[in-house]
């Protein structure tokens, strides 16, 4: 059974940071891709960024040039480093792992994250 366990939510002004941590139970490697969802209340859930094969990066374009997600094998950890965050980034993000690049097989339980005044 894999778990996912995403940690570093909280609560932000606008133009703060912060980074989120998903902690995977077995070598990160062992997915094909691995990603960074999010949930905003009455919204459907979206894709904020993935990193495929460990090199390939792709995101949003809500977040381009603010987000950067990386991976850390020897910690078995993914990371979003979330700067210049907005209120519209608002949401619940979700880490999320696929074995394929079709379909994600396994996401956590969600960290919530708000940016506000």
């Known amino acids: 059974q894999v778990q996912l366990a995403e940690s570093g939510g909280g609560l932000v002004q606008p133009g703060g940071s912060l980074r989120l941590s998903c902690a995977a139970s077995?070598?990160?490697?062992?997915?094909?891709?691995m990603g960074w969802y999010r949930q905003a209340p009455g919204k459907q859930r979206e894709m904020v960024a993935t990193?495929?094969?460990?090199?390939?990066?792709n995101y949003a374009d809500s977040v381009k040039g603010r987000f950067s997600i990386s991976g850390d094998n020897a910690k078995n950890s993914v990371y979003l480093q979330m700067n210049n965050l907005k209120p519209e980034d608002t949401a619940v993000y979700y880490c999320?792992?696929?074995?394929?690049?079709?379909?994600?097989?396994?996401w956590g339980q969600g960290t919530q994250v708000t940016v506000s005044s």
């Open positions: 077995r070598s990160i490697f062992s997915f094909t891709v």
């Open positions: 990193i495929t094969s460990g090199t390939i990066t």
């Open positions: 999320t792992a696929g074995l394929t690049t079709f379909y994600m097989n396994y």
